[in-house]
């Protein structure tokens, strides 16, 4: 998302999320091995393509509807609201994390602190934003100081 944004930094990686959870779990196997095809063939990190984000919070969040961005044949690649990711971020909580919300809260109707918190509401489920508290408390510290 950022790097549509152009953001100042570089990303390590690419986050997806399948949408069509039984197919993820059918063909992540075949997903791996592919990634880890291309890792090698490019000298990438092996968790370039990163699906992780899916695995941890498949249970913890909403997921709205995206944009679709690009299509490739069968692929289509659906880019999903900036607030989502913002509140993705603001939950996640680390270094670089806040650094990205910097640059997306500017490109939100989000001004304040309550304003966030029902974004937070909107996307992040209440025992995830319970599993999450002190992050999400310090996200929010540091992006509205005031």
């Known amino acids: 998302m950022l790097l549509l944004e152009n953001a100042p930094r570089t990303t390590d990686d690419i986050d997806i999320f399948w949408l ?3 197919a993820f779990q059918q063909t992540r196997g075949t997903l791996s091995e592919g990634m880890l095809a291309i890792a090698r063939k ?3 990190d092996p968790g370039w393509l990163n699906y992780l984000t899916q695995i941890i919070l498949q249970n913890d969040i909403i997921i709205p ?6 299509q490739f044949g069968p692929l289509h690649v659906y880019i999903p609201p ?3 990711i913002l509140a993705l971020k603001i939950t996640a909580g680390r270094d670089k994390d806040i650094a990205d919300c910097a640059i997306l809260l ?11 918190q029902k974004l937070l509401d909107l996307y992040i ?12 408390e ?3 510290n540091e992006l509205f100081k005031n």
């Open 20 to 22: 069509e959870e039984d």
């Open 42 to 44: 490019y000298k990438l």
């Open 65 to 70: 509807n995206g944009k679709l961005w690009k």
């Open 82 to 84: 900036k607030e989502y």
């Open 106 to 116: 500017p490109q939100t109707k989000i001004k304040t602190r309550r304003q966030a």
């Open 125 to 136: 489920l209440p025992d995830a934003q319970e599993e999450h508290a002190e992050q999400i």
């Open 138 to 140: 310090l996200s929010l």
